[in-house]
């Protein structure tokens, strides 16, 4: 089965800095999905970014970007110009591609302070 | 308002006592699923609907059930709550499961305490 490692619990920035969150997953197939998702106090599931395995450029969403390195299993999240409001939960999660394969995994989670 | 909506938001019950979480989205969605939250263990699936009256066990379906007899409606039911089922718990919709339709809409979560 596939599995998802965030490796950090807790990392902290100081507002404005940059912060890459650290995902790793396993997998024996070739088609799937990753995403990140934010958790804020409120727990309300905030979808931030999603990559397609296919893809090779790595996506970005204003201040958020990944570095998808597939051959080495790895999804990392970069916040730059942290603000306060990034201040969350962020789970990086795993959905596969395989035609009735419901496969969807979530890694732990890192808890992300932003410093003012 | 596209959304996924629970029902109650917070829940304080007692062993065995019986209980139901209801769960409701309005975006005409096939996919529907049931997770729980747990410190240190992220989200895990507990049940899934790929559409209506179709249901499957996730990773964690023990003390747990489920029904989809409307598309809009995904109920989770714990017939015996016990203490190891206190979590946060989250119900999603999707469009379907299928290729580009990836996106899962989650509820705002429900927090059970099991005493």
């Known amino acids: 089965a596939q599995t998802v490692t965030q490796s950090q619990p807790e990392m902290s920035v100081q507002e404005a800095e940059t912060v890459t969150l650290s995902c790793t997953y396993d997998?024996?197939?070739?088609?799937?999905?990753l995403f990140w998702y934010k958790q804020p106090p409120s727990r309300q599931m905030i979808l931030v970014i999603r990559q397609e395995a296919y893809k090779q450029q790595n996506a970005t969403e204003n201040r958020f970007s990944v570095n998808f390195q597939k051959a080495a299993k790895s999804f990392s999240l970069k916040i730059s110009d942290s603000q306060l409001g990034d201040a969350a939960m962020y789970f990086c999660?795993?959905?596969?591609?395989?035609?009735?394969?419901?496969?969807?995994?979530f890694g732990a989670g890192t808890r992300l302070t932003v410093k003012p | 308002e596209a959304q996924v909506t629970q029902n109650p938001r917070y829940l304080i019950t007692v062993t065995g006592k019986k209980l139901t979480v209801t769960c409701s989205q309005n975006?005409?969605?096939?996919?529907m699923s049931w997770y729980r939250q747990d410190p240190g263990l992220g989200l895990r699936q507990i049940y899934y609907s790929m559409n209506v009256e179709v249901t499957d066990k996730g990773d964690v379906p023990e003390g747990y059930k489920v029904s989809r007899k409307e598309k809009r409606n995904f109920p989770l039911i714990l017939e015996s709550p016990s203490p190891n089922q206190t979590s946060l718990y989250f119900c999603?919709?999707?469009?379907?499961w299928g290729s580009g339709s990836y996106e899962q809409y989650f509820g705002p979560g429900t927090r059970l305490t099991v005493t």
């Open positions: 997998t024996s197939e070739s088609d799937y999905y």
């Open positions: 999603a919709s999707s469009l379907s």
């Open positions: 999660a795993y959905r596969s591609q395989v035609y009735n394969n419901n496969d969807m995994r």
């Open positions: 975006m005409n969605h096939e996919y």
